[in-house]
């Protein structure tokens, strides 16, 4: 696929979870439903390399935060569902209220306006 | 609970499938691929574009293929090893709670155990630490011992090496990387506190050498320390240090008097350095001279390490030829006839040979009867669990009908018996170290390598792998019949167990009871051996004898004279105390020591060129000392004071040799010298009983006792310096007289000390014959008895349980009107039967097995009649005797209420 006009964005490191717990908030999905719902949601700005999902969804599944389970695809194909456990909505809470307090001090300091106003004293 | 077995199953079959990983994460990662690249066909690209271009999207696919795999591996690992570890707990646990639940029969059966795993390990680490383990020396297989057998000389004849002999080894063999002589003495030491008596070697630096001593401070003897004529340097034991000198490194330079002879301490050996098994307090320079005369005196100890890569054979072949070559470089000493005549030879024997000598054959012996008590014990414990397998039929049928599987139960017995067999394993270790503590304080003191006698991490290995194999067996055992869905239709009250479950424990009740009888008539042949043994008259009476030693120096008393006047005197004051009868000295106290011997010629045999005489043994004794040690004269006298103020010459001979010498003619008068044939002859004047001076197991001796001063113009050999003193008293107690002894001693002289200071009877019963047989009969008879309870508790305990089986069938008899006696007859006679078959196949083992002890018995056939039968009856009337109480609870059946059960 091209990229089209807009460069992607590289991802920041540990947002990945973030994204992953988030994708899987409301319904289980396979990695593939994943990285498409990650690519509808963003319109594919995000430079998500699919591949890095499975290593996290498989790491996330070691630490208890989601439990995969063998079913079938859309297509009738054999697909790994992965699905947020008790302990993964925990997370996800937990990382969505940090993401967004980094946001709004990060917003905070690109939105900072001079204390005094700079005026030039001839 | 019930089906983690399954579980562990199937994650077992993923981990021993090692690609199930593999082909998940393949799939789940190629689902991906097709599916972005069937989305992308379906937006119009080309099939081989469409893969392209998901591909790229994708990323590194081998990458993210090897992480996730390794994060699957690794999760799978920690939840494999938790699980295990968790049931492994659940079902410990579970154990724990059945065997609690049944206190009397983990404690019958965890006791029975460990008393057999205990004496097994204990015995197991005697032959470990004495047979087994290697000596504690560098590469010690390559240490050997080096002696010259005379078989022409007499049978068993083995000297040592001569100081000529010894030189032309070392400096012409070509096998041997070091190679060394030593000679043991008992000196005087003069300094800490008083007069000691202490063991010291003097050895060639070749022998620290060979042995790769080590000292621990200063240095050890070297080659030139070794010249005669270089100063006299001493190196200390490291024990000997610690005791006399409070391990005080200024020891060092300091100067020590041994026998009135300065001698330089220039170092401290590593601690537990020993030279063979001798605990040498320590050492000095042999400081041997190369032209010593006689040339052919062999008082020399070899030791030598061969070179690398070098055979005992190629060394023996080595040290033949070099020997073969005596009689060309010493003509004067070593003629070809002699060499002939006595089949002169140098031998080479392993030093581990040397030091175990034949004391491997007894704990071999021990091992395998402490072997036999451990298959009692387990036999005994096999029942037990059976029987209570018997009461868990139902239980078990049930659950493996309900679908556990076979290995699940497996596991469970496994759990349960190994709780059992690691608890008996830790109390069996409590129970071996004390037994070894009473077996080393049982053990003769010639046992060689006592000191190294420990249980050690081998002999734990040891009883821990014991305690492994009994619980694998007896969890197995059971399991071959266990899961018969059988037991789920049979009534649990059927009055006919099945034929052949009763078939097997019959079997380990006569297995057991064959085995006691082993053991038994082993321990009863050794305690005839050991009666016989006392019964033996040795030729003197120890009751109520003192003995001690003393050794007076050269440097002070030089002459014949000097020696006998001490002695003299020693004696005289002696016998003036209150309570002593008489006192008398002589080189070679009965038991204690070797004799020496000498060529002796008789006055009416001159020596004839090449004919070979035997050594016969002497000692130089003091007139009193056959009425001291009570040994009766047959004809004539014994020495009298009035002979060796007159010197005589004036000799005792024992009744063996005057029977060889003069047989059927009257010894008194006989003519007798040592050292050449020739007037002026000793005359012999008395004649003793028989006396066995070797051992109450050996022949009398053929022996002759010179008096302290020779004949003029018939020479001894040199001043009997060291005697021990024989002092017969009127008590029974005789060490009751020691400080008044110690105090003649004094008197006499300051510096001479007492030295071993033991009772005749304390002497009979320390000799190597009466230790062995006592400590074997001892060890023996703990083993039979311990066998013979555990077999009687058996068969007690299947007779108990075939009664109880049995009730509903008893009842019924006595309902139809069998009578009391009748009914324990019947009992009694079953358990009868099973006694028989096992004794009688006890006394087919016995008399195969019992060969083997042969070598140690005494005056008693290993097919001893007696002692078969004994313990044969023994071994019934007990059988009877344990059958009796379970019999006549038979007899107390109630009838009607059997009846009414059914």
Known sequence: MDHGPNPRLDLMQGTLDLLILKALAWEPRHGYGIARWL???????????????????????????????????????????????????????????????????????????????????? | MRNW?????????????????????????????????????????????????????????????????????????????????????????QSLRLLRRHPSFAAIAGLTLALGIGAFTSIFAVLDSVVLRPLPYPDSERLVWLDSPVPGVAPEAVWGLSVAGYFYLKDENRTFGALGAYSRTRTNLAGVGGVARVDVAAVTAGVLDALRARPQLGRSIVDEDDDPGAERVAVLAHEFWTREYGADPEVLGRTIELDAV??????????????????????????????????????????????????????????????????????????????????????????????????????????????????????NVTNLFLVRSETRRRELALRSALGAERLHIAWHYFTESLVLCLGAGVLAFGLAYGALELLLALAPPELPRLTEIELDPRAILFSGGVALGAAAFLALFPLGRRLDYEALRESGRGMTASRRRHAIRHGIVVGQIALALVLLVAAGLMLRSFQRLREVNPGFEAANVLTFEVALPTARYGSYEEVVGFYRA?????????????????????????????????????????????????????????????????????????DVERRTGAVVVTRALADRMWPGADPLGKGIRPNG??????????????????????????????????????????????????????TANPTSLTPAIRRVLAELDPDVPLANLKTMGRVVSDSPSMLRTSFLMSLLGIAGGLALTLSVVGLYGVVSYVVRQREGEIGVRMALGARVEQVVGMILKGSLRLALIGVALGVLAALALSRLLSSLLFDVSPTDPVTLIGVSLLLLALSLAASYKPASRAARVDPTETLRVE
């Open chain 2, 677 to 730: 044939w020739g007037e002026p002859f000793y005359r012999v004047v008395g004649v003793t009983d028989d006396l066995r001076a070797d051992g109450f197991d050996r022949p009398p001796i053929e022996a002759v006792y010179f008096p302290p001063l020779p004949l003029e113009g018939a020479p001894l050999w040199s001043p009997p310096r060291r005697m021990a003193v024989a002092v017969k008293t009127q």
């Open chain 2, 262 to 379: 300065a001698y330089r301490v220039v170092g401290v050996m590593e601690p537990g350095f020993r030279l063979l098994d001798d605990p040498f307090d320590a050492w000095i320079p042999l400081q041997l001279d190369r032209d010593a005369r006689p040339v052919n005196a062999h008082w020399l100890s070899g030791v030598g390490r061969l070179r690398d890569g070098v055979s005992l054979e190629e060394a023996q072949a080595d040290l033949a030829r070099l020997t073969g070559q005596f009689s060309e470089v010493f003509p004067g000493a070593y003629q070809e006839s002699f060499m002939r005549g006595a089949g002169f030879t140098t031998r080479v024997t392993p030093l581990r040979a040397r030091v175990v000598g034949d004391i491997d054959r007894v704990l071999w012996i021990l091992f395998a009867s402490v072997g036999l008590v451990l298959l009692i014990a387990g036999a």
């Open chain 2, 5 to 93: 077995i399954p579980d562990r199953y199937r994650e077992l079959r993923s981990l021993v499938k090692r690609d199930s990983i593999d082909e998940d994460v393949g799939e789940e990662l190629e689902h991906h691929i097709a599916m972005r690249t069937e989305e992308n066909i379906a937006a119009g690209m080309s099939p081989e574009e469409a893969r392209a271009a998901a591909l790229r999207r994708f990323g590194d696919v081998e990458r993210f293929r090897r992480e996730t795999r390794e994060i699957d591996r690794r999760m799978r690992r920690r939840r494999w090893r938790g699980a295990t570890w968790q049931a492994l707990g659940r079902e410990l646990r």
């Open chain 1, 39 to 122: 690519e509808e949601t963003t319109d594919d700005a995000l430079g998500v390399e699919e591949g890095s999902l499975y290593p996290a969804l498989h790491r996330m599944a070691e630490r208890g935060w989601v439990k995969a389970e063998w079913g079938r695809s859309e297509n009738n194909r054999r697909a790994k569902y992965y699905s947020l456990t008790v302990e993964g909505r925990r997370q996800l809470g937990v990382e969505m209220s940090n993401w967004l307090r980094f946001v709004e001090a990060m917003g905070k300091v690109l939105e900072a306006r001079p204390a005094v106003p700079l005026v030039a004293e001839r």
């Open chain 2, 570 to 642: 020693l004696l005289a004051g002696i016998e003036g105390l209150p309570g002593v009868r008489q006192a008398g000295a002589t080189e070679a106290l009965p038991l204690q020591d070797r004799h020496a011997c000498a060529l002796v010629f008789v006055e009416e045999r001159p020596p004839e060129p090449d004919k070979k005489y035997p050594c016969i043994p002497k000692a130089l004794v003091s007139p009193g000392y056959f009425g001291a040690l009570g040994i009766p004269l047959l004809t004539g006298r014994e020495l009298e004071w009035g």
